[in-house]
C-alpha cells in the first residue's frame, strides 16, 4: 500500500519557508506574530504576541483560534471575524484594530494584521501569517485629545460670541453653537463645510482666502472691523472678527 504525499511535504516545506522568512522580516521588531492553519484551527504565536497579554507561551498553550477568540474583546471579536472572513475570501490583506484582555486584567489595544500565505492545491485558504502591535499608547493618547476636544466645545458652546476654526482650504474645522445657529445648523454639521456652502459670494471666498493665508503666514491677529455674513432667514449681518493663527502641534 503506497500513499501519495508528496503535496504535503510541498506544504510542510512551505510553511518552514514562510517561518524563515517571517523570523527574519521580523527580527528585532518587537512585533508579536501569528500563524494559522485555518483547515484545523490551530494557531502558533511567538513569546512576544504572548508577552503583550502578559503571559507565556505556555500558559497560553494549547493554542487555537479559540485561544485568540476568548481573549478579545466581543464588541472587536465580531468586527475582526468580519474582516477575516474578506480575506480569506481573496479581498485583501486583513487589518483590524482591537482590544484583548491582559493577564493583569485590563483591555490592551493591538493592531492586527494578516495574510494568506499558503493555499491549498485546491486554491482554499491554508496559513494565515500575521503580526501584533501594542497601540495602547496611541489609542489612549486619540481618548484623551477626543475628551479635550469634548471638553473645549463645551466651553466655546457657553460664549454668545461666533468662534471657529478653518483650515487653508476654507473648510471648517470646529464651531461654537452661537456660530452654528446663525447658519441654522447644528454645530457638527458645519464642520467640512465651506462659506461657498452658505451662499458667500466669489468675491468673498477669494477676500477670506487672501486673508486667512495672511494671517496664517505672518502669524499675527488680524482684527477686520466690518464683515458681512448672511444669517439663515436670508438676511445679511455685520460682524467685527479677529482671526488669529493656530498650528496644531
Known amino acids: 500500500f503506497c500513499r501519495d504525499i508528496s503535496e504535503r ?34 494557531n502558533h504565536y511567538n513569546e512576544t504576541w504572548a508577552e503583550m497579554l502578559g503571559y507565556t507561551l505556555e500558559e497560553l498553550s494549547p493554542t487555537t483560534i479559540e ?54 492545491e485546491e486554491g482554499r485558504p491554508l496559513i494565515m501569517f500575521g503580526t501584533h502591535a501594542d497601540i495602547t499608547e496611541r489609542k489612549q493618547a486619540e481618548e484623551a485629545l477626543q475628551q479635550a476636544n469634548a471638553q473645549l466645545c463645551e466651553i466655546i458652546d457657553t460664549v454668545p460670541s461666533y468662534i471657529f476654526v478653518k483650515d ?30 452658505y451662499g458667500a459670494s466669489e468675491e468673498h471666498i477669494r477676500m477670506y482666502t487672501r486673508i486667512d493665508r495672511e494671517v496664517y503666514e505672518s502669524g499675527e491677529p488680524l482684527f477686520i472691523p466690518e464683515e458681512q455674513v448672511l444669517r439663515k432667514d436670508g438676511t445679511l449681518g455685520w460682524f467685527q472678527t479677529v482671526k488669529i493663527t493656530y498650528r496644531f502641534p
Open 9 to 42: 511535504n510541498r506544504t510542510e516545506q512551505l510553511l518552514r519557508e514562510e517561518r524563515q522568512r517571517l523570523a527574519f522580516m521580523l527580527a528585532g521588531s518587537g512585533l508579536g506574530t501569528w500563524e494559522w492553519n485555518v483547515q484545523t484551527n490551530e
Open 67 to 120: 485561544t485568540w477568540e476568548s481573549l478579545t474583546h466581543p464588541d472587536d471579536l465580531k468586527i475582526a471575524r468580519v474582516k477575516l472572513e474578506s480575506c480569506l475570501a481573496g479581498e485583501g490583506e486583513y487589518v483590524c484594530e482591537l482590544r484583548m484582555r491582559h493577564k493583569q486584567v485590563r483591555w490592551v489595544w493591538l493592531l492586527n494584521r494578516g495574510k494568506v500565505m499558503i493555499h491549498d
Open 168 to 197: 487653508l482650504e476654507g473648510r471648517f474645522l470646529l464651531v461654537n453653537q452661537a456660530l452654528a445657529d446663525v447658519f441654522g445648523m447644528d454645530p457638527d454639521d458645519v464642520v467640512g463645510k465651506t462659506d461657498q456652502d
